[in-house]
């Protein structure tokens, strides 16, 4: 923190809509062909999420940055999913007794 400066809050959730849309693929640089790697090419990344020093270099820490941020939107995504499916559980084991309930007055 001490060697930072102009801290902003960023949106989990719009970073991980952004990373829906990076477009990430195989691929091998023309100077080492037999060398595969997998990921965004920096226009993109940069174009979606403009941080790093120019569009041509991904810059690791933005990389996992964006990384760490989509993590924390896909777990609010699981805990407000967990509390729905709680919710349903729920209505289902409701709906059970009622049905037990009305079985028995047949």
């Known amino acids: 923190r001490n060697a930072k400066q102009n801290f902003a809050p960023v949106s989990p959730a719009q970073i991980l ?8 693929s195989a691929w091998s640089y023309k100077v080492d062909p037999t060398t595969r790697h ?10 979606l999420f403009n941080v790093g020093v120019d569009d041509k270099h ?3 820490i ?3 940055g964006v990384a ?6 896909l777990n609010q995504k699981l805990k407000e999913k ?3 499916m709680q919710k349903l559980e729920k209505k289902v084991d409701e709906l059970q007794a009622m049905v037990k309930q009305l079985a028995a007055q047949k």
């Open 82 to 84: 967990d509390a729905d």
């Open 58 to 60: 991904i810059a690791p």
């Open 38 to 47: 997998i990921g965004p090419v920096a226009q993109d990344f940069h174009s």
């Open 17 to 24: 809509d952004e990373v829906i849309q990076l477009p990430i």
């Open 68 to 73: 760490l941020a989509a993590i924390q939107a």
């Open 62 to 64: 933005d990389e996992g």
